[in-house]
Every structure is written in C-alpha cells, then in structure tokens.
C-alpha cells in the first residue's frame, strides 16, 4: 500500500466530514476502501491503543525479528548495503580526513608501545575517548542511543565513529549493544586512569 500523500489526505478529510461514506469517497478518489477508512480520526485512535497492548507489541515484534531472519530478506539487506557503500557520495564521505580519529589511533599506539600516556589534556574533546568513556561503566553494553545520548554526539555522526572502533577491535557489537572488547578495556584502563590525575591536578 502506497503512502497517501498530504493532499490525499486532506481531500478524504475534508469529503468525510461532509458525511459522504468511505465506499463512494474510495471510487471517487480510485483509493482501496480500507486506505480511506483508516483516515477517520476515531478508527487511528483504535489503531493506535489496539498496538500499544504489551501482547500486541510482543506479537509484532516477533514477527519482526522472524521476518529479518528469512534468507531472502538477509540476503536483500546484504546487497542493499554492498550498493549504498559503492555509492560516489558514500566513498567520498568515508575519504574525508577525520582529525580526531587520527589523534586518538596515535594516542592507542603510544598505550601499546610505552604502556602509558602523558599529557592528556589534548584528548579531553575528543569523541571517541568520550565513547570508550561511556562503555567503560557497563558489564552489559549499551544501545547506539544510550551512547549519543550519554556523547551528546549526533546519532548519524555516532554510526561511524563506533564502525571505526569496531574495526580496529576496540569495541564488541552484539545483541544490539555495544561493549568494550578486551584491547579496549586495557586502553581504558590506561587512559581514564591518566585523564582522572589530569582533572585532579587542574
């Protein structure tokens, strides 16, 4: 069923409060009867508490998840995302130089080398410190929107930023939570220690 656009919509209003019924008003406008029905205030109010049953929402979460399990479908999620990454927009995006990602990939080399870090007063900003520093409280991981809002970093902005620490072994992703990984937590373990004698000594 197509998406009804605002013109549409504002018509069946309008030939609905001037009382014609739902039959003639679907003939007249060539729209599937039910599209038309679901227009009445009254009828989306019933919609609207019918899916707000907690066995209701269950039910259709299930079906959700059953659905997005079906090969096809993978399968079709696959090639939808092997399209969009070869996408001009999309490489170009991915080439753009990310200062931060630089500074924080030379501050993880420095804690394997040496073992510790000086001087951190540079890295305070910076977001993906602030991600590791979200995750590090939490034995169970956490959703991608309890991390931007706990970063105040945009959810969009957020996607790839966790790509990038997933790639370089920092962090887990399972279960739809994001957790530290064991590389990441000895960079923690380093790093927060650092920055807290940092905050104490300003």
Request: charged share 45%.
């Amino acid at each position: 069923m197509r998406r009804l656009t605002t013109e549409e919509r504002e018509k069946i209003r309008e030939l609905q409060e001037k009382g014609i019924s739902d039959v003639e008003i679907s003939k007249m406008l060539d729209l599937p009867y039910y599209t038309v029905y679901y227009q009445r205030p009254e009828v989306k109010e019933r919609k609207r508490e019918y899916y707000q049953r907690p066995e209701v929402r269950e039910r259709v979460k299930k079906r959700i998840r059953e659905y997005y399990q079906r090969p096809e479908v993978r399968e079709r999620i696959r090639e939808y995302r092997r399209e969009y990454y070869q996408r001009p927009e999309v490489k170009e995006r991915k080439k753009r130089r990310d200062i931060q990602f630089e500074e924080f990939m030379n501050l993880v080399r420095r804690v394997e080398e040496r073992g510790c870090i000086e001087g951190l007063s540079m890295y305070n900003d910076n977001l993906y410190v602030s991600i590791l520093q979200s995750l590090k409280d939490t034995n169970y991981g956490k959703k991608h929107k309890q991390i931007a809002n706990k970063t105040n970093i945009k959810v969009r902005e957020l996607t790839w930023k966790l790509r990038r620490l997933k790639e370089e072994g920092l962090i887990n992703y399972e279960n739809k939570r994001y957790s530290l990984s064991d590389k990441g937590k000895r960079l923690c373990k380093y790093l927060f220690s650092e920055l807290l004698l940092l905050e104490t000594k300003q």
